[in-house]
């Protein structure tokens, strides 16, 4: 008979692979391969997102390994920007092509003109002669096609081309307006050739399993992967959830017990934890989903307790004074208060290490 995993189970085996259940002692690079890369819509969230994962993880780290080319942060997944291993973004970024090919739909009407074939040449040249950002790259494009909406060019350029941000010397890596360069001059390897669709979801399974092919579909933004699930069934662990549906994973993967201890843990602002599933109740409720994944498609900052997402977190300087800002969905026990108020304070000497004085204040929702 097939294992049934409770709502429970599947939160624990989830947190277990995002590095959540024990900060783990590994190296940034390899901590951002295990978790499936890290959402980097902003500059700071991946450094949020490796201290709340990593015992020990110091900024300078992550510096070092974009600054050594181990880490790129680039259009990948959903075609938003992510921060992915070097060798990930080389052996996958073929692979999500066609999820970053589709989102050009957002486009609609501006797209009239556009010709991604003739496009694509002109921006290589122009990123080949050196690193731009990309109020400086649209205008030169539209020299090129004055027929075609300069926004229109520019996403296009950002989502078909492959390309990387060149990271600075600014506190979290790069400046609003980063520069990008062509990801064949930046990383070391090519990029392959060949889609590896298999790899691709073990990789998924690894970072978020069990799981669905639609949620698998949600976070890589690639459709119909169900045929490529059933193919790779006889090297899967197949369950099912409360619900009746079925499960896939890698066999070795962990399965914690339901009943394993979670610590509070204070998640950045688009971390993937909150993004990676079609169903995301495995760590986030339903009820709360709108108060994190905002109308204007932001997802804000969270904290988990007992392993679920039970409020929202913001990080105010006031001089030499730093206050995190704790916003509960509901009533917190004096236990869980105090283990956030130890954590949020933690995290405070993190963000702001030159302030003089570090408080945590919770406020009603």
Same mark, same amino acid.
């Given at each position: 008979?097939?294992?049934?995993?409770?709502?429970?189970?599947?939160?624990?085996?989830?947190?277990?692979?995002?590095? @959540?259940?024990?900060?783990?002692?590994?190296?940034?690079?390899?901590?951002?391969?295990?978790?499936?890369?890290?959402?980097?819509?902003?500059?700071?969230?991946?450094?949020?997102?490796?201290?709340?994962?990593?015992?020990?993880?110091?900024?300078?780290?992550?510096?070092?390994?974009?600054?050594?080319?181990?880490?790129?942060?680039?259009?990948?997944?959903?075609?938003?920007?992510?921060?992915?291993?070097?060798?990930?973004?080389?052996?996958?970024?073929?692979?999500?092509?066609?999820?970053?090919?589709?989102?050009?739909?957002?486009?609609?009407?501006?797209?009239?003109?556009?010709?991604?074939?003739?496009? %694509?040449?002109?921006?290589?040249?122009?990123?080949?002669?050196?690193?731009?950002?990309?109020?400086?790259?649209?205008?030169?494009?539209?020299?090129?096609?004055?027929?075609?909406?300069?926004?229109?060019?520019?996403?296009?350029?950002?989502?078909?081309?492959?390309?990387?941000?060149? !990271?600075?010397?600014?506190?979290?890596?790069?400046?609003?307006?980063?520069?990008?360069?062509?990801?064949?001059?930046?990383?070391?390897? !090519?990029?392959?050739?060949?889609?590896?669709?298999?790899?691709?979801?073990?990789?998924?399974?690894?970072?978020?399993?069990?799981?669905?092919?639609? +949620?698998?579909?949600?976070?890589?933004?690639?459709?119909? @992967?169900?045929?490529?699930?059933?193919?790779?069934?006889?090297?899967?662990?197949?369950?099912?959830?409360?619900?009746?549906?079925? @499960?896939? *994973?890698?066999? +070795?993967?962990?399965?914690? +017990?339901?009943?394993?201890?979670?610590?509070?843990?204070? @998640?950045?602002?688009? *971390?993937?934890?909150?993004?990676?599933?079609? +169903?995301?109740?495995?760590?986030?409720?339903?009820?709360?989903?709108?108060?994190?994944?905002?109308?204007?498609?932001?997802?804000?900052?969270?904290?988990?307790? *007992?392993?679920?997402?039970?409020?929202?977190?913001?990080?105010?300087?006031?001089?030499?004074?730093?206050?995190? %800002?704790?916003?509960?969905?509901?009533?917190?026990?004096?236990?869980?208060? *105090?283990?956030?108020?130890?954590?949020?304070?933690? %995290?405070?000497?993190? %963000?702001?290490?030159?302030?003089?004085?570090?408080?945590?204040?919770?406020?009603?929702?």
């Amino acid at each position: 008979m097939t294992e049934t995993l409770t709502l429970r189970a599947l939160n624990r085996a989830t947190l277990a692979r995002q590095l @959540l259940l024990a900060r783990a002692d590994v190296s940034p690079v390899e901590a951002i391969e295990r978790v499936g890369g890290l959402q980097a819509q902003e500059a700071r969230p991946p450094f949020v997102g490796l201290w709340t994962r990593v015992a020990g993880f110091e900024r300078q780290q992550l510096h070092d390994a974009l600054h050594g080319h181990a880490a790129v942060r680039a259009t990948f997944l959903r075609a938003t920007l992510h921060v992915t291993s070097a060798p990930d973004f080389a052996a996958f970024r073929t692979t999500v092509q066609p999820g970053l090919t589709k989102a050009m739909g957002v486009l609609g009407a501006r797209a009239e003109g556009l010709e991604v074939d003739a496009l %694509l040449p002109v921006a290589r040249a122009l990123l080949a002669d050196e690193p731009r950002t990309f109020n400086e790259l649209r205008p030169l494009l539209q020299e090129a096609f004055p027929a075609v909406n300069e926004r229109a060019l520019g996403y296009a350029v950002r989502t078909q081309l492959p390309l990387v941000m060149v !990271p600075t010397g600014d506190s979290w890596g790069y400046p609003a307006a980063a520069r990008f360069t062509l990801a064949e001059t930046w990383l070391a390897e !090519p990029l392959a050739g060949e889609p590896a669709l298999d790899a691709l979801i073990c990789r998924y399974l690894a970072a978020f399993g069990p799981a669905t092919a639609a +949620d698998m579909q949600t976070w890589s933004g690639l459709q119909g @992967l169900k045929g490529t699930f059933e193919s790779l069934r006889p090297r899967l662990h197949v369950s099912h959830d409360e619900r009746g549906r079925e @499960l896939f *994973d890698l066999p +070795d993967a962990p399965r914690p +017990d339901a009943d394993t201890p979670a610590p509070a843990r204070f @998640l950045p602002e688009f *971390d993937n934890l909150v993004l990676a599933h079609a +169903d995301r109740t495995r760590v986030l409720a339903d009820e709360h989903r709108g108060a994190v994944v905002t109308r204007n498609l932001r997802v804000r900052a969270t904290f988990l307790w *007992d392993g679920f997402v039970a409020g929202a977190w913001t990080a105010e300087r006031k001089g030499r004074d730093t206050t995190l %800002l704790v916003t509960p969905f509901g009533r917190l026990q004096k236990r869980a208060r *105090d283990e956030l108020a130890g954590e949020g304070e933690a %995290l405070l000497q993190f %963000l702001e290490p030159e302030a003089a004085r570090f408080a945590v204040r919770f406020t009603p929702g």
